[in-house]
């Protein structure tokens, strides 16, 4: 089967180079020529780990194609695959403009059947205007089907989570499309994969419905260890015991500054909107938000805390710039708010990421970016644990005080044991343990 990736970002990148991996003819379509120039040269824009060689090994075996020109990508599919971003808009909805892009490309190009697929996260109802728009456009009338597929990849580990998902979602409405899909996917048959089929309206609600739970988890553990740290509590024994019940299980309760990335910010600030625009009030998403964006504030005031409040002429290290490890996504990453109010309060940040310090330049210039976490430790009077990457889960702490002119260590995800920390002889403050 040969099938059509429109969009070579995070999503559509993974997604065509596992359907390659899975033995399809896969064409990778995007309009961005230098993207495009780079894969075919076997360079990866993004970091995801495994990628590089999976893309490698496909095209080398003659599976996976990248090209601009949507026309060759359409004319050959059987499947077409929406995966453009969907960035948040002013006012909160998703920012749909280049899906209707696609679409209309579709309609114009199309000569034959085909079961076109929003795999971009997309509102209830997108399907419908994306049917509308494809029959608008075309010249003649020329059957075709649109499905809701969406994707629930995790950066860091995507390829894991497209290979072995907890789950495939597809929503149609015609049983040719469902059995078109059901082949698509048929590897994961053997591996015995759930498949939710169902009606596109609903398989566009569960990527929203799923999303915002996970961010409402997130919310919820770090209010609770706000309170643990009022009380003399420990929040992570607090999150074992609590994940232990079945019913509410333990990932997702892991107390720190707050979610970021491409999905949590975008899609509860998205359904938020959806249901003010039915005429509903979402207050739970709406104060997940509210809690989220007060968490990197929380935190910033727990830096100067630990640092005796008066940060003018200090210096911070921090470790990690990512929303999380493995990835080099910055989008709304805590280490944007958190680190210019720091600076903004007078203290020089040294910081360092593997991944992302490409990416943090544009964002943040003025931080001094570094060769490695010791050499963001020299001459620091803080340490900031900014992201669980691996390779900061062991430091050498004698090698980290010779660095540093100060004794502070300040683990905003919990990744050392308090007393071990301390120690080695620094003054360790954590999130909402004692």
């Excluded at 805590?334 to 990421?353: K, N, Q, W, Y």
Aim: contains cysteine.
């Amino acid at each position: 089967m040969n099938i059509c990736v429109v969009g070579v970002g995070y999503v559509g990148l993974v997604t065509g180079t596992c359907f390659a991996e899975l033995g399809l003819n896969v064409t990778c379509v995007d309009n961005d020529e230098k993207k495009i120039a780079m894969l075919n040269g076997g360079k990866v824009p993004i970091y995801e780990p495994g990628l590089e060689e999976l893309v490698t090994k496909n095209v080398r075996e003659g599976r996976l194609h990248f090209t601009c020109d949507l026309n060759q990508g359409v004319a050959q599919a059987l499947v077409i695959f929406i995966a453009v971003g969907t960035p948040q808009g002013d006012d909160g909805a998703a920012d749909l403009q280049y899906v209707w892009e696609v679409a209309r490309s579709i309609g114009r190009t199309m000569a034959d059947y085909k079961v076109v697929v929003t795999k971009s996260t997309v509102p209830v109802g997108t399907g419908q205007q994306v049917a509308a728009i494809i029959r608008q456009e075309q010249a003649r009338p020329i059957p075709f089907d649109v499905v809701s597929n969406p994707e629930f990849l995790r950066e860091g580990s995507a390829i894991e989570d497209f290979m072995r998902p907890n789950r495939v979602v597809v929503g149609a409405s015609s049983d040719q499309a469902k059995a078109i899909m059901k082949d698509l996917y048929s590897p994961l048959y053997l591996l015995e994969t759930p498949f939710v089929v169902t009606d596109v309206e609903t398989a566009e609600m569960i990527k929203y419905a799923s999303n915002a739970f996970l961010a409402t988890k997130i919310s919820f553990i770090n209010e609770m260890a706000n309170i643990c740290e009022l009380v003399g509590a420990d929040v992570n024994v607090v999150a074992k015991g609590m994940g232990l019940d079945n019913r509410i299980g333990p990932k997702f309760l892991h107390a720190g500054p707050g979610f970021g990335g491409s999905c949590f910010p975008k899609d509860t600030a998205a359904i938020a909107r959806l249901a003010h625009d039915k005429g509903y009030r979402f207050q739970i998403v709406e104060a997940v938000m509210a809690v989220n964006h007060r968490q990197r504030l929380v935190m910033v005031e727990k830096i100067k805390r630990a640092m005796g409040g008066d940060l003018a002429g200090k210096t911070v290290a921090c470790l990690g710039l990512a929303f999380k490890p493995n990835t080099d996504d910055m989008r709304d990453a805590p280490s944007l708010v958190i680190l210019p109010a720091l600076m903004e309060a007078g203290a020089t940040v040294r910081a360092f990421d593997p991944a992302s310090m490409a990416e943090a330049k544009r964002m943040i210039p003025d931080l001094v970016y570094c060769e490695n976490a010791y050499d963001a430790a020299q001459g620091a009077d803080c340490l900031v644990i900014m992201t669980e990457w691996n390779q900061f889960r062991n430091l050498e702490w004698e090698r980290i005080k010779s660095q540093m002119q100060g004794r502070v260590v300040v683990d905003l995800r919990n990744v050392y044991n308090p007393q071990k920390v301390r120690d080695e002889g620094f003054t360790y403050v954590s999130v909402g343990r004692p």
